[in-house]
């Protein structure tokens, strides 16, 4: 019988991929766009002096015109807001809103033009009181302001302390924006009231200009739209940016060029072509009220089949755990993964994939490119590579590319290792071990179960047993072992791994024992193999060998 379980392990392990296969969700597949916040193109050595010989004259010229029309227009918003009751809280009437409306309006188109861009407008810009709200997409620059000059100076979301910077804060404040302050914990809940109360205010509050995206990216997708400009359930109106150039001088991502040296590429070059079209408003089912991320969804959908663009789930927490990455040594690009679907589908908070980031780093930076190889995963579990932790790996590699990145690591911790990783299994791992029933694992207990699941006798297991080993007595308790465990949930999926196999390995030698009758009545010698008195120990444990009469019972055995 021994030998019929030591056939069924060598079968096995050939076919460790078929003993446990996973199926592979099509909403966890790999976004379109793999990094939608990079902008790497720079300029060719022709473009450079192009720039330089063109800065010479438009550059002083613009930079004058420029400052002078800043002034004026701090003028008229200064005069708009003069002695204006509530600072913000009471909405500009009469001769202030016609100011700031025109005369700003009307300074900000100047601006533009004087910067060279040459606009081009698609569609009907729809009244206050058929879309109080415009969501603009996708996001990517900060000469997106241009669609305030086209839509009568609209407010918008800001964060408080701009108010309070000099000239460029009075302009702010006579758009009266929606102010967002960091150092207030319920800023949120209070911005989106706010959104609301002016939304439905029937027109006695300017229309609000949203980028819902809230972040900017390189306008190859569009990313997730937060919720803030469809909680109040009123229409909105899309509004696409495009900008047709040959030479990209306004992205401004999370990697690429600066906002200094985009505002002086920009003001260097004879025009810049941008088109703003106007969709149809789009006005909310009852259904779309009352789920705001459905309102969001379909809108953004629309958008993107009006691009031509696909739809990712990035959001604002992906550049987070960029930088994050960045200064953790990794690829930026590493810490992208699909944020909003991620932490939606396996219920993860940002904090929770932060510390997985840590772990992977710790794991990947011995690797080039932010991704982990077998060697690199075999290594930091301290085990050798055997055809049970290549099924573990395998696990884990997702696309099959022969490496795990740091999206395929958060899934395949949530998805196998995390749910295996039970008090359960745990006590069951720690009774496997524990061969004399003492309450303690010493390290030759410890080698010996090791050595069974991994199929490498001679395996040297002392730098992992020290590792658990917290107290350094040479025994294993149960607290030191849970708590490692817990720590390190990739040894759970190895250990319900093996006794997968184990468990296929006694239904094969089961089956043989079936199809081959004389086989009961064959004596079975002892293997002469080193470790051989061992490693049915361990097994049996788990699934007992028992007397004839158990073994006999082979229907029930199927059962199991």
């Known amino acids: 019988m021994r ?21 592979r969700q099509q909403s966890f597949y790999p976004p379109t766009v793999p990094n939608p916040f990079v902008h790497p193109r720079r300029l060719s050595a022709g473009e450079k002096l192009r720039t330089v010989l063109l800065g010479i004259i438009l550059l002083p010229l613009r930079a004058i015109c420029l400052a002078f029309i800043l002034l004026l227009a701090w003028v008229f918003a200064s005069i708009a807001t003069f002695r204006h009751p509530g600072k913000g809280s009471v909405p500009l009437k009469g001769w202030r809103r016609r100011m700031v409306q025109t005369a700003l309006s009307c300074l900000t188109r100047t601006m533009f033009f004087v910067m060279g861009f040459r606009v081009k407008v698609k569609g009907k810009i729809a009244s206050p009181l058929e879309a109080p709200i415009f969501v603009a997409a996708p996001h990517s620059s900060f000469f997106d302001a241009v669609v305030s000059a086209l839509t009568g100076m ?119 072509r941008v088109e703003v079209e106007f969709l149809p408003v789009h006005v909310p089912t009852e259904e ?137 299994t745990i006590r069951m791992a720690f009774k496997l071990f524990d061969m004399d029933d003492d309450g303690t694992i010493t390290e030759d207990e410890f080698a010996c179960i090791i050595q069974s699941a991994l199929g490498v006798p001679d395996l040297d297991v002392s730098k992992l047993f020290k590792e658990i080993d917290a107290d350094e007595t040479g025994r294993l308790s149960y607290d030191e072992f849970k708590d490692f465990a817990f720590k390190h949930p990739e040894y759970a999926k190895l250990f319900t791994t093996y006794l997968e196999l184990q468990r296929y390995q006694l239904h094969m030698s089961e089956e043989d024992d079936i199809q081959s009758p004389e086989a009961k009545h064959t004596p079975v010698r002892k293997s002469t193999v080193p470790g051989s008195e061992t490693t049915p120990t361990a097994r049996n444990k788990v699934h007992p060998e028992g007397n004839e009469e158990d073994n006999s019972s082979t229907s029930d055995k199927k059962d199991d």
């Open 3 to 23: 030998t019929g379980r030591r056939e069924a392990a060598r079968r096995g392990g050939s076919m460790a991929q078929r003993v446990l296969p996973l199926p």
């Open 154 to 272: 609209p407010s918008m979301v800001s964060r408080a302390e701009n108010l309070s910077a000099p000239l460029f804060g009075t302009i702010l404040s006579s758009l009266q924006p929606v102010s967002v302050s960091r150092q207030d914990p319920d800023s949120r809940k209070n911005t989106v009231a706010e959104i609301t109360n002016r939304a439905v205010s029937g027109g006695q509050w300017p229309q609000i200009l949203i980028f819902p995206e809230g972040t900017c990216t390189n306008r190859s997708c569009l990313i997730t739209f937060k919720q803030g400009a469809f909680i109040p359930q009123v229409p909105v109106q899309p509004v696409l940016l495009r900008y047709p150039n040959r030479l990209d001088t306004v992205t401004w991502t999370w990697q690429g060029y600066s906002f200094n040296e985009l505002c002086l590429m920009t003001l260097c070059q004879p025009f810049t």
């Open 288 to 424: 779309e009220k009352n789920d705001p991320i459905l309102f969001a969804n379909r809108v953004r959908q629309t958008m993107a089949t009006a691009l031509n663009i696909p739809v990712t789930d990035h959001t604002f927490e992906d550049c987070r755990l960029m930088i994050s990455a960045g200064q953790l040594t990794l690829p930026m690009e590493a810490g992208l993964v699909e944020f909003t679907k991620i932490s939606k589908k396996l219920n993860l908070k940002w904090n929770h994939v932060r510390e997985q980031l840590d772990n992977f780093a710790a794991i990947a930076s011995a690797s080039k490119g932010g991704r982990i190889g077998i060697e690199e995963f075999a290594e930091y579990l301290k085990l050798p590579i055997s055809d049970v932790l290549k099924e573990l790996f395998l696990l884990f590699d997702r696309n099959g590319d022969g490496t795990i990145d740091f999206r395929e690591y958060v899934i395949g911790l949530s998805i196998l290792c995390n749910p295996a990783n039970t008090e359960e």
